[in-house]
Each structure stands twice: as C-alpha cells, then as structure tokens.
C-alpha cells in the first residue's frame, strides 16, 4: 500500500471528538496526508491548537498543531482529494451536499444521508459492494467525481459485521432482539454530565435505537440489480434497547438472533464462521483492515471493552458467549471501539476500499 498514490484528506468537524479521532488515525496511515481542517466559524483562523479542546490520550500530532483551522465551505479545500466528515447532524446535511456538488468524494459518519436509497451505508469489513450505486448518485447530481459514502451509527457496527458474516454461510436472519451498553465518547464532548453517568446507567440514548433497527435492514440488504438503489431488507425484524454507562470507549451489545430458513447450525458451525470470515478490504490488502475482522472469544467473561475494544487496531469486532437462546436461535455478546470501527475508522477503510475500485 505504501507505494500507492498518497491521498489529501480534508476534515469537516476537525475539532470534535469523532474530528480528534480522524486526525490521530489519518497521521499514522501512510495512504493519506491531512491537507484541510475545517470546523465552524468560530474555530476558523486559528492555528488548531488553539482552537481545539484535545481529549484523546494519544497525542496531537505536531504537524497538525499548527494547521490554520479553515471554515467548512468547498472554496477553502482545493487541493484536497477527498473529505472526511465528522460534523454534528445539526449542521452536516447542507455542509456535506456542498461538498459532494463540489466534486469531493465525501466520507461522512453523520446519520443525515444514510438512509438515501443512493447514499451506500457501508461498513467496510461488511458490505462494500454497496457502492455500486454511486454512479446512480452521481447521475443524479450530474457529477463526474463527487458522492456521499456514509457508515453506520456506532452500535450498529459491531452488530451488523457478525450477522453479515452469519448471513453468509447460513441465510438470512429473520428477527433480531439487541441491549446495548454504550460508552459515553459516543455523545461526543462534553457528552453526558458526570452526576448523570456516575453510579448509573442511562436507559435512553435518543434516536439510537431507531437508528439500529432502520439501519440493520439497509446494510443487510442489496444493491437493485441495475444499481440504482439500495434495497434493505424489509423482512428483518429488529428490536433495540439502548443504555449508556460508564465506560469511555467500546459499546458492548447483548444479541439474540433467528434464522429465516428454521434450522438451525451449530455453536461450533457459528464460531468457525466468524472466526473464517474474511472481507473485501482484507482481501484488497487495504492498509487499515484488520488481520481478523471477528475475533471470537472463549471465555465466559469476554468481551469486555477495556481489554478488547482495541484489538486490531480498534478495527475488529469482538464476539463472545455463543450459546442457544431459548426463545430465538442464539444469543452473545459484541463489543466494538465506538469511535474507531464505529466512527472514523470506518470512513477512513471505506475511503482506502473506494480508492481500490478506482472510485477517488
């Protein structure tokens, strides 16, 4: 990979916590040089030092330090091969369009596009082929270059790889039942106050649970057979309870599943599946793919985010606690780095995939 054609990043939203994690990922990927920060009005002109409140334990790079923070409209990033996105929904849908009718293949984690039927909702490690519609989306525009690409919410993530992976090898999944435990860097900063998140569990995470069980159906589904939308799939069945708890990083998800056909493989079956399965980006041999997309773990009490959530990289998902469920087929527990594969990470391996087929 390092011999392929250094890209020039631009980042929307530079300042905020899925903007920090963009920065650390991109400064050490030698597919990308960090050309453009954009951020709001009040953030532009200044060096980013100043302009940031930097909450990640990794440290700021020194070149980026001293970058002149810019405002997030298209004039001020010319030169930039492709924009990474990590503005709050407030503000992305008019910023992002911007971008993509300016011709800039545009890497979003915002929720504002995804559920477009020529928008891809790709995870990387999961479903890439469903880029084949950006020539539907650039048609649309009338576009020669420029296009949306946007990955999942967080908790979504985790969930979606296994049971693309189980879809696989078995058929379809019919019902879906998800707890999720999510960590509080997935409300951004300053996200929850301390006296709410302290000694609790918060039992409601808006919009997050229709997000799961919209954007399931999406991924799960198919591009159309003339690739000019996606179809999801209408007869998934997904219900989702979330939570947040006081854990910085890593959404934990407790999953019951049903297969459609009725039969049923065994645990042994599902573990060497998960434990096999290989995606197009590690196939493309795409710098940030993990070695193993789903580690499985054996012991009763794994996963657990603070000794999993950065294996790989913080690129893979982990799953654990594979046995019957006694109402649907099976049960277990996902855990996936919110903020890596959940976030940035995933635009980040969608934009080395896109590069790969030719799409930057």
Avoid at 254 to 278: D, H, M, N, W
Avoid at 288 to 298: C, G, R, T, Y
Wanted: charged share 20%.
């Amino acid at each position: 990979m390092s011999t392929k054609k250094v890209m020039r990043a631009g980042i929307l939203g530079a300042t905020g916590t899925v903007g920090q994690r963009f920065i650390c990922l991109l400064s050490s990927n030698p597919r990308f040089e960090i050309h453009v920060l954009g951020a709001s009005d009040r953030s532009a002109g200044r060096p980013y030092s100043q302009a940031t409140n930097w909450k990640l334990s990794d440290r700021l790079p020194e070149n980026v330090a001293s970058m002149i923070v810019k405002s997030c409209n298209p004039s001020e990033f010319e030169g930039c091969d492709l924009i990474f996105s990590g503005l709050d929904a407030s503000v992305a849908t008019e910023i992002e369009k911007s971008f993509m009718e300016g011709n800039f293949p545009v890497f979003s984690n915002a929720k504002n596009y995804r559920m477009f039927d020529t928008v891809p909702l790709v995870i990387p490690t999961a479903n890439p082929e469903h880029f084949a519609v950006i020539g539907q989306q650039r048609k649309e525009f009338n576009l020669n270059r420029g296009y949306i690409i946007t990955n999942s919410n967080c908790s979504v993530t985790g969930i979606a790889v296994v049971l693309k992976a189980l879809q696989l090898t078995f058929g379809k999944i019919s019902k879906v039942m998800v707890t999720t435990m999510q960590a509080i860097s997935g409300a951004g900063y300053p996200g929850v106050a301390s006296l709410d998140i302290m000694d609790n569990v918060v039992p409601h995470i808006g919009g997050e649970e229709e997000k799961i069980e919209q954007e399931l159906g999406k991924i799960l589904g198919s591009a159309s057979t003339d690739n000019t939308s996606i179809l999801s799939d209408d007869q998934l069945k997904v219900s989702a309870m979330c939570n947040r708890v006081a854990v910085i990083d890593g959404h934990t998800s407790s999953v019951s599943i049903e297969f459609a056909s009725g039969q049923k493989p065994s645990i042994q079956e599902i573990k060497t599946c998960l434990s096999e399965y290989r995606c197009m980006a590690q196939q493309l041999g795409c710098h940030s793919a993990p070695k193993q997309a789903i580690i499985v773990h054996e012991n009763q009490d794994r996963p657990q985010p603070r000794l999993d959530r950065m294996n790989e990289n913080g690129m893979a998902v982990s799953i654990g606690r594979i046995r019957e469920c006694p109402i649907l087929d099976f049960k277990f527990t996902i855990l996936v780095h919110n903020t890596i594969l959940g976030a940035a990470g995933a635009s980040m391996l969608n934009a080395e995939l896109a590069s790969e087929m030719g799409l930057i």
